[in-house]
Nanobody, 126 residues
Framework: EVQLVESGGGLVQAGGSLRLSCAAS????????IGWFRQAPGKEREGVSC????????YYADSVKGRFTISSDNAKNTVYLQMNSLKPEDTAVYYC???????????????????WGQGTQITVSS
């Protein structure tokens, strides 16, 4: 059974930091790319970041560049999203998802992702 389980969400003040984890199981982790998406209330879901396990390449949305860092621990089948300098507009439910690592020039395309986690809430207070 394929599972993606996010953890690390919570409430933080603006300017603070959080680290999200995405623990994967049930598929060959090293053959996939893992993306982070978020959905704020009343808004569409958007891509935040992505990492390709085979290639090590990383991708970021402009809104988080320089503040968020994606990384992986392949021994633990886990991807992390380190979020620094958080802003109230970062408040959202954050999801991780897995896809094959091809055509990542368009890494934000949601239908390319085969597996999704249940999401974790991040709330940034001002």
């Amino acid at each position: 059974e394929v599972q993606l389980v996010e953890s690390g969400g919570g409430l933080v003040q603006a300017g603070g930091s959080l680290r999200l984890s995405c623990a994967a199981s049930g598929f060959t982790f090293d053959d996939y790319a893992i993306g982070w998406f978020r959905q704020a209330p009343g808004k569409e879901r958007e891509g935040v970041s992505c990492i390709s396990m085979p290639h090590g390449s990383t991708y970021y949305a402009d809104s988080v560049k320089g503040r968020f860092t994606i990384s992986s621990d392949n021994a633990k089948n886990t991807v992390y999203l380190q979020m620094n300098s958080l802003k109230p507009e970062d408040t959202a439910v954050y999801y991780c998802a897995a896809r094959l690592p091809y055509g990542l020039g368009d890494w934000t395309t949601e239908y390319e992702y085969d597996y999704w986690g249940q999401g974790t809430q991040i709330t940034v207070s001002s």
